[in-house]
């Protein structure tokens, strides 16, 4: 069983900040990729950010300068810190992981629960 779980979601402010934490825990041999997706209402889950186990990070345009992400393996935790967030940023957000749960079976993408994230102009 593998089990990602977010927190740090809220209501904020139009140019406030917010960072977000997401946790694999269970049973885990070995994380690859972590990220974030976020979906609004009506809208298609877009992916918006995403690590490496080495730290290569990837952003999408609308986020780029303003979220960063960041990720402790130790941990097997992946960090969104979220800055000069806009109203347009109001969305529920959800991490993945893509990881191994034994070392010879197969790369599996999990997914966290969501966090509502609210931005008020």
């Known amino acids: 069983q593998v089990q990602l779980v977010e927190s740090g979601g809220g209501l904020v402010q139009a140019g406030g900040s917010l960072r977000l934490s997401c946790t694999a825990s269970?049973?885990?041999?070995?994380?690859?990729?972590m990220g974030w997706y976020r979906q609004a209402p009506g809208k298609q889950r877009e992916l918006h950010a995403t690590?490496?186990?080495?730290?290569?990070?990837n952003y999408a345009d609308s986020v780029k300068g303003r979220f960063t992400i960041s990720r402790d393996n130790a941990k097997n935790t992946v960090y969104l810190q979220m800055s000069s967030l806009k109203p347009e940023d109001t969305a529920v957000y959800y991490c993945?992981?893509?990881?191994?749960?034994?070392?010879?079976?197969?790369?599996?993408?999990?997914w966290g629960q969501g966090t509502q994230v609210t931005v008020s102009s």
């Open positions: 690590i490496t186990k080495d730290g290569n990070t």
């Open positions: 269970g049973t885990i041999f070995s994380i690859n990729a």
């Open positions: 993945y992981a893509r990881l191994a749960r034994g070392r010879w079976t197969n790369w599996d993408d999990y």
